[in-house]
């Protein structure tokens, strides 16, 4: 079963370039694999958050234009994000 967890974002942050500094290579598997599975999920995580954060924008904007503008950069952020997952 899985449990959720809320972290800071700063400490994901953090994890991410950690993980993207670790060279793994050296190791036999099933390290390499499950070290790609963790970098994997905290990268998605933070592209979840990252569209998350535009969809706000488009429901918290002032005005038309501004959320006509949320909504096309949320648009392209989802476009962006099903191409890199």
Same mark, same amino acid.
């Given at each position: 079963? $899985?449990?959720?967890? #809320?972290?800071?974002?700063?400490?994901?942050?953090?994890?991410?370039?950690?993980?993207?500094?670790?060279?793994?290579?050296?190791?036999?598997?099933?390290?390499?694999?499950?070290?790609?599975?963790?970098?994997?999920? &905290?990268?998605? #995580?933070?592209?979840?958050?990252?569209?998350?954060?535009?969809?706000?924008?488009?429901? &918290?904007?002032?005005?038309?234009? #501004?959320? &006509?503008?949320?909504?096309?950069? $949320?648009?392209?952020? #989802?476009?962006? &994000?099903?191409?890199?997952?």
């Amino acid at each position: 079963m $899985y449990d959720n967890v #809320k972290i800071p974002i700063s400490l994901l942050e953090q994890a991410i370039e950690l993980l993207e500094y670790v060279d793994v290579s050296m190791y036999d598997e099933p390290i390499p694999w499950e070290y790609d599975q963790v970098l994997s999920a &905290f990268r998605k #995580k933070r592209l979840q958050l990252e569209l998350r954060r535009a969809y706000a924008e488009i429901i &918290f904007a002032q005005d038309e234009y #501004k959320r &006509f503008d949320a909504r096309m950069r $949320y648009l392209q952020k #989802k476009r962006g &994000f099903s191409e890199r997952v």
